[in-house]
């Protein structure tokens, strides 16, 4: 399976700014997912983004909140803009390999926003 | 509707004896396939196992197997032998093929195994 990183592992933000987060495949992939894990809660798909076009949202997430870039096959950002505490959550990013399209994740970024 | 339905939010496990982690699913797309994955408290997501609708044995991956009874649509985690080191979160997830290659997770079970 990919090896999956994620830049940073946590942080600790001020309402009002924004964090960038990193994911980076150690393999071409075509699709990479990025999910919100809010405290005690599950898994919520944001966004599909695939190289060369503009990612796919799902409902409830906008593009102005979270952009999103793809600029090639092993990496892609998120940006949780203008934060509020509600978006402190785990942000994790996946692709997806093998029998059955399984889903691979990296390790997760934890946000905390004060 | 839910699509996926994990009813236990907690359960113990003596070690070493066998657990059952239910889920059940909701699908009108006949081709799927369903997925389990651990979250210790780290946070990372860790893939277990895999089940494709159309596989006709239960899958299997070491300690872990999966108990596919698809007229009932359930996906229930067997997990044998339990270590201490299978407490964690565990989550039932599906992904059907004519929605994309999105995943759709159930709530999770803790699950705590005592020495």
């Known amino acids: 399976s990919a090896v999956i990183s994620q ?7 001020q309402r009002g700014t924004s964090l960038t987060i990193q994911c980076q495949v150690d393999s071409q992939v075509t699709m990479m997912f990025w999910y919100r894990q809010q405290p005690g809660q599950s898994l919520t798909l944001i966004a599909t983004a695939n190289q060369g076009s503009e990612a796919t949202y799902e409902s409830g997430f906008v593009i102005d909140k979270f952009p999103i870039s793809r600029p090639n096959l ?32 990296g390790p997760g970024t934890r946000l905390t926003v004060l | ?24 699913y909701d699908t009108s797309d006949p081709s799927y396939g369903l997925f389990w994955y651990k979250q210790p408290s780290s946070g990372e997501m860790i893939f277990l196992i895999y ?26 985690l067997v997990i044998s032998a339990s270590q201490l080191g299978d407490s964690a979160m565990y989550f039932c997830a599906m992904r059907e093929d004519n929605a994309g290659n999105m995943l759709t997770f159930g709530g999770g079970t803790r699950l705590m195994v005592k020495p």
Do not use: H, W
């Open chain 2, 51 to 76: 089940q494709g609708s159309y596989d006709q044995q239960n899958a299997t991956e070491g300690r872990y197997s999966l108990n596919f009874q698809k007229a009932r649509k359930s996906a229930n």
């Open chain 2, 1 to 24: 509707a839910q699509k996926i339905t994990q009813t236990q939010p907690g359960m113990f496990v003596q070690e070493k004896e066998a657990v059952t982690l239910d889920c059940t």
């Open chain 1, 74 to 105: 092993t990496f892609s950002t998120l940006t949780v803009s203008n934060m509020s505490p509600e978006d402190s959550s785990i942000y994790l990013c996946s692709v997806d390999q093998g029998v059955g399209d399984t889903q691979y994740f």
């Open chain 1, 7 to 13: 830049k940073p592992s946590r942080d600790i933000c």
